[in-house]
């Protein structure tokens, strides 16, 4: 064993050990309840503690132009009494102003000097600088500095990003971001589930950003495997503290099974729920809207009514739909995808090797229950198995966007506010010109036009009653002033229909939104059952958390 050398830098200490790590050392720094953070085989970096053992002033937690509720004001003093942190709050409830006023905390009460960094999805980092600008008296700014070049009077407190105390940057740029990044008072990263893959470069970004503390915002963190959960806290630096190494988390709380395939056994499932919440809970917070104190404290009950679709598909739909079924099947002898979706799965372990060309079908048939002629725009190397150009050409109904003016004609008030979502941009297109064209007032929302002003449009101005939106839209909007939303199409994942619904279903809601699926075809089905299932998974590790 090497003899550690130790060498500080500010609040942080590193420490080199010449050749093999010394172990029962970082035990010790672990005993004492250090954050260790393994760089490589011979340097760790640690910080004090995960919690701080400064006491914190409620009656200085405050946000600008603005009260919070208490039961903010708790999840704050949590926040601000722990050095790392998951916020793991339903959509809607307030993670952005609640560290807004974390970081008011942090800058008037703490006398700290260094920047901060937020991390965050392209598609929310001006509703970050809105907020900054509305919420705190600090000064921000945005990687790039795009907006600084259309500052208008509503940004009083914008500079240049490397001159702000607030540095706001998509996920995108901290990926390709070369060389070490300079210590952070405090670092953000919201929407946190984009750092969920261990093996993603912008993960292994995420894991070197050094900061006094680091906070990780998401409504779902489990999206399809436990690994998340290590992930995450990985990016905390808190992963070796609390789980020990990547092989001693697997074997505590993952189920796996032995394929015929695979070299090792593959991850099925979790295990020791309890477990894992006793060493979560600590520097977790979970706060589902469903609880009654929240409820009782905003004065309303956060609901929504489901009303899920069944529409009809076409005789080309129903061929494309059989087609890719017969293609899922022949994939091996023994396996029939019947069975599979009969048992709540999507894509069966002893097919796993196969997974992207199923997820390709699935795509494929998605595109198809929406409208044939999405097809002809897809790249996918599998279209040809599918459907000709001439069948297309010749069936191009899309019997999704003959329910959606129905719905608009005969359920919905001409006066409320409509929300339509789908994962296609072309099918938003279409979706688009077919309103307008019934009269109508509708906006587009997609990553090939200016959104944000569309999304702000439709928010504030009363003339449009309909926003046609894709995934831009998913993160972090405030669209409370929408009582209806209908996903044309069904998202794979449960966490991408949670961050959609959150959008509407927030704090500043009046009424009762209502939710439409519009599902077409067995395919699409499943896909709906199997999101559902994930969201299981998520309530239930919320449940044992806060137990």
Sequence with gaps: MGKPMVLNYGSFTGVIFNGEPDYSFINKLRAEGAVCKKENLSFIWYSQSVSRKNIINEQLI???????????????????????????????????????????????????????LVVAPKSILENWANELEKHTNLTYGIYGDELLKKKSPTNSRLVSFNEATVRIMPYSRLRLLNGSLPIFATAIFDEANTIKNPAAKVTKKAYEVRAYRKYLLTATPIKNTPIEIYSLARSLDCSQYLFGNYQQFIEKFAVRKEVPFAPVPIIVGYKNLEGLKELISPFSIFEKKTNPIIAEQIGKVFSYEIKILNIEQTDLQQKINERIIQNLNSL?????????????????????????????????ARMASCSPLLLLHSSSEYISEIAGTEELLKDNKSNKIEEIIRILNDEIPENEKVVIFTSFSKFAGQIYDELIKSGFKTLLATGENNYVEHINKFQNDNEYQVLVMTNVGKYGLNLQNASYLIFADVPFTYSEIEQIIGRIVRIGQKSVPVIYFLVSGIIEHKIYEYAMKKKEWNENLAKEVNK
């Excluded at 002898?333 to 997820?359: A, D, M, Q, T």
């Design 62 to 116: 405050n946000i600008k132009n603005g009260s919070l509720f208490p039961f903010q004001v708790e999840h704050v003093k949590k926040l601000l009494s722990l050095n790392r942190a998951l916020l793991a709050i339903d959509t809607g409830l307030g993670k952005t102003i609640e560290m807004c006023a974390v970081l008011n905390y942090v800058y008037e009460n703490e006398q700290q000097t260094l920047p901060s």
């Design 332 to 364: 091996k002898s023994n396996v029939k995808f019947e069975e599979v979706w009969e048992k709540g799965e999507l894509i069966p372990e002893e097919l796993s090797e196969y997974r992207e060309r199923i997820l390709a079908y699935y795509t494929l």
